[in-house]
Nanobody
Framework: QVQLVESGGGLVQPGASLRLSCATSGFQFTFYTMSWYRQAPGKERELVASITSTESTEYAEFVKGRFTISRDNFKKMAFLQMNSLEPEDTAVYYC????????????WGQGTQVTVSS
């Protein structure tokens, strides 16, 4: 059974940091691109950052220099270190695992709420 479980969200003040974790099981983690998406109320879900199986990373323009994505293949976990948080970062953050072969296989977590407010 495939599972992606996010944790680490919470309520923080502007300028603070949070580290999100995504614990996975049930699929061959090493081969998957791991990504973090977010969805704010009333907005579309958007890509925040991705890290491939070879640890190549990609970031959305709005988080460059503030967020860092990483992975631990031994623990089958992905992480998102978020620094200098802004109120605009308030959203539900979702972990995604994606494998491109002859088709697309992807899995989602249930999300973790991040609220940035003074």
């Amino acid at each position: 059974q495939v599972q992606l479980v996010e944790s680490g969200g919470g309520l923080v003040q502007p300028g603070a940091s949070l580290r999100l974790s995504c614990a996975t099981s049930g699929f061959q983690f090493t081969f998957y691109t791991m990504s973090w998406y977010r969805q704010a109320p009333g907005k579309e879900r958007e890509l925040v950052a991705s890290i491939t199986s070879t640890e190549s990373t990609e970031y959305a323009e709005f988080v460059k220099g503030r967020f860092t994505i990483s992975r631990d293949n031994f623990k089958k976990m992905a992480f998102l270190q978020m620094n200098s948080l802004e109120p605009e970062d308030t959203a539900v953050y979702y972990c995604n695992a994606l494998l491109r072969t002859t088709s697309l296989v992807d899995f989602w977590g249930q999300g973790t709420q991040v609220t940035v407010s003074s």
